[in-house]
């Protein structure tokens, strides 16, 4: 995947992370239930998407960010696009009706796609019994004039397609447990496809069923990017790697692993990848895949009388990772080309919201698993 994609998209997950100003007042009561009967969702992702944001109570991060520190320096930042402009809406609809959402829709998955634009998505939804008609209400009242909805057949399914302001439309595709909503009529056809026939569909892909293998808590948030979690590890587009967003009042955490194709051989060309890195030591910056280097770069921070925040970074990570990066965010931002290789793009294309953070990262290779961990701490 081209690296301007990739960024793209990890603009888009990041946004989403720290989007305050959205405030979905309708989502205050959802909590999963009676998940025997809920469809799965990535049966109606096309496979050909280039990364996925899943999350089982988007509310819940809406809620925790205002109480975090960090809050009010990140809070300026909107959810571009087709998420905010639905969420949104059924934010302002449903606090003028008092009209509440089913717990069933509090599962929300995105899916992106080539170019890459706020544009190329898809938001699909799980539905309550009166959760479609609350959507349909929503979308008709931001309906300009008297329009109606055209109804449209694609594979003898229907597709809705709502008028909006500024000569665009927005398609929607929906049947008992689901909704689905593109500005894009040709992407909701990929979804039929997806849903029609099974091999058209994310969740047939043998690579992202592993990812989708390991459990999840509750309140979670994942980005899935159909690329390794560092540039430098391999151009591989049938990798997939997930990053599981934490936060705490002062730290925001992005863990997870990268899947790959059981027959690729990855993990023995990224070890020897690792090889080659160079080890980097200068002012807020540390760089090294050495296991004898970055031992005494975390002893050196530890012995330090000087514990600033940055040795405290430094001193805290793992002795047993074959990779380590720590940088104060500010330097990042104003070389961002310098750390292509070593940072997922997402970071790079929004260095200076980050400013005030210090960024510590590691990669481990066990026994053919490759994890890695990104720590954001805020300094002030």
């Known amino acids: 995947m081209r690296l301007r994609t990739v960024a793209k998209l990890g603009m888009v ?41 899943e999350s089982d109570n988007i509310n819940y991060f809406l809620n925790e960010f205002p ?42 998955v995105v899916s992106f796609h080539s170019p890459g634009t706020p544009r190329d998505q898809v938001v699909y939804f799980r539905m309550g019994a009166d959760d479609k008609e609350t959507l349909g209400d929503m979308l008709l009242e931001r309906t300009p004039g008297s329009f109606s909805p055209k109804k449209e057949k694609y594979r003898g399914k229907n597709i809705a397609v709502y008028p909006l302001g500024n000569n665009d439309f927005l398609a929607v595709y929906s049947e008992a447990g689901f909704y689905v909503v593109s500005y894009q009529k040709s992407l909701i056809e990929k979804v039929i ?10 969740s047939n892909d043998p690579v992202f069923a592993k990812a989708m293998q390991k459990k999840k808590t509750h309140n979670f948030l994942t980005l899935y990017g159909r ?18 967003f934490h936060m705490n009042s002062d730290v925001v955490y992005l863990t997870g692993d990268t ?8 993990v023995n060309q990224m070890a ?18 050495d296991k004898d280097s ?30 380590m990066l720590v940088a104060d965010m500010n330097k990042i931002s104003r070389n961002p080309e310098r750390f292509e290789p070593y940072l997922p793009a997402f970071l790079l294309e929004n260095a200076p919201l980050f400013h005030s953070f210090i960024l510590s990262t590691q990669l481990s290779v066990v026994n053919d ?5 990104m720590v954001l701490t805020y300094k002030d």
């Open 13 to 53: 997950l990041s946004v989403v992370l720290f989007c305050t100003a959205v405030g979905f007042y309708g989502f205050a009561k959802l909590s999963l239930t009676d998940k025997s009967r809920e469809i799965n969702l990535f049966s109606l992702v096309p496979a050909d998407c280039i990364g996925v944001l």
């Open 67 to 108: 109480q975090l520190n960090y809050s009010e320096e990140l809070g300026n930042f909107q959810f571009p696009g087709l998420f905010n402009y639905v969420l949104g809406g059924l934010n302002e609809y449903t606090t003028n009706t008092a009209h509440g959402l089913s717990s069933k829709m509090s599962r929300v």
């Open 193 to 202: 496809d997806a849903r029609e026939d099974e091999e058209k569909a994310l």
């Open 227 to 244: 690329t390794p979690s560092m540039p430098f590890l391999q151009d591989n587009s049938s990798c997939w790697s997930e990053f599981d």
């Open 259 to 266: 899947f790959m194709p059981d027959s690729c051989g990855c």
């Open 272 to 289: 020897e990848k690792l090889k080659n890195i160079p080890d980097i030591r200068e002012d807020s910056l540390i760089i090294s895949a």
């Open 294 to 323: 970055m031992v005494d770069y975390m002893e050196e921070a530890y012995e330090r009388n000087s514990r600033t925040l940055f040795n405290e970074c430094v001193a805290n990570l793992s002795r047993d990772a074959a990779f």
């Open 369 to 373: 698993r490759l994890s890695h961990i």
